[in-house]
């Protein structure tokens, strides 16, 4: 058995455990929750909707081992010109090689969390002075009018404001080494089949919806005696620049 098999299976079993797949999301070491938060960003785009404070977060469904089919479009044309004009256009799905991608669990949940509203509106338009404008020579005049838009300021962060849910799926993939441009090329295969097969809301009333699907890895964890440099802190930063979210786990 490889190292990244009895990886993978060793996670399988302990997120059998629900309290197990809690703590992944809500870290005991991660009291602001930041890892929550940055799945939650990584869908929802924080356009108008500042997340200031994360409740809880339910797991609602839990799969190990989902398959996802990739696709792609080949598009055709055909044409005649004899003895009439006449032209045809088609587009066919067939599957992608590799056929299938994988991935190691697979959760829906329901994040609760206060936000605040950064939304600015317009308040009010001015007109200023009408101006007579230079006509250089021209037998006519033309006047110029400035106009001021006011916006309000976004209303204050309100602690005492009730939470809203945000529905939120993670798709977790393991990684038994620190192969990190083969887990950012799997995490991006991975990704690109769940947002064909699930097409996302194009907007929700916070700002955009980026992605179908957040997406968190998991890793072996770094000891204090691997002699590599590379820090979990250093992996999370790399991960970050493509949206996705790291996470470490001390193998068994």
Same mark, same amino acid.
């Given at each position: 058995m490889s190292v990244t098999t009895r990886f993978t299976d060793d996670l399988? %079993?302990?997120?059998? %455990?629900?309290e197990n797949v809690t703590e992944l999301l809500l870290p005991a070491g991660d009291p602001e929750h930041k890892r929550v938060r940055a799945l939650l960003t990584s869908v929802y785009e924080p356009k108008l909707l500042?997340?200031?404070? =994360?409740?809880? /977060? @339910?797991?609602?469904?839990?799969?190990?081992?989902?398959?996802?089919?990739? !696709? #792609?479009?080949?598009?055709a044309s055909w044409d005649k010109s004899v003895p009439t004009t006449e032209q045809a256009r088609a587009?066919?799905? /067939?599957?992608?090689?590799?056929?299938?991608? !994988? &991935?190691?669990?697979?959760?829906? #949940?329901?994040? =609760?969390? @206060?936000?605040?509203d950064t939304a600015r509106v317009l308040a009010s338009v001015?007109?200023?002075? !009408?101006?007579?404008a230079d006509g250089h020579? =021209?037998?006519?005049?033309?006047?110029d009018r400035a106009y001021s838009l006011n916006y309000t300021e976004p209303s204050h962060f309100d602690p005492s404001a009730p939470a809203r849910g945000f529905p939120l799926r993670v798709s977790v993939l393991f990684f038994g080494g620190l192969d990190l441009a083969d887990a950012?090329?799997?995490l991006s295969r991975a990704r690109r089949a769940v947002d064909a097969a699930s097409p996302q809301p194009e907007a929700?009333?916070?700002?955009? &919806?980026?992605?179908?699907?957040a997406w968190l890895a998991v890793f072996p964890a770094i000891t204090p005696d691997n002699t590599s440099t590379t820090t979990e802190h250093m992996v999370g930063d790399l991960l970050a620049t493509q949206g996705f979210v790291a996470a470490f786990e001390a193998a068994t």
């Open positions: 399988m %079993l302990r997120y059998l %455990l629900p500042d997340v200031r404070k =994360v409740e809880s /977060v @339910k797991v609602v469904h839990r799969e190990f081992q989902t398959s996802v089919q990739e !696709w #792609t479009a080949v598009h587009t066919v799905h /067939v599957p992608a090689t590799p056929a299938y991608q !994988w &991935i190691d669990m697979s959760l829906e #949940t329901l994040v =609760v969390a @206060k936000a605040a001015d007109a200023g002075e !009408w101006t007579a020579g =021209v037998q006519r005049e033309r006047f950012m090329r799997r929700y009333d916070g700002g955009a &919806i980026l992605a179908s699907s």
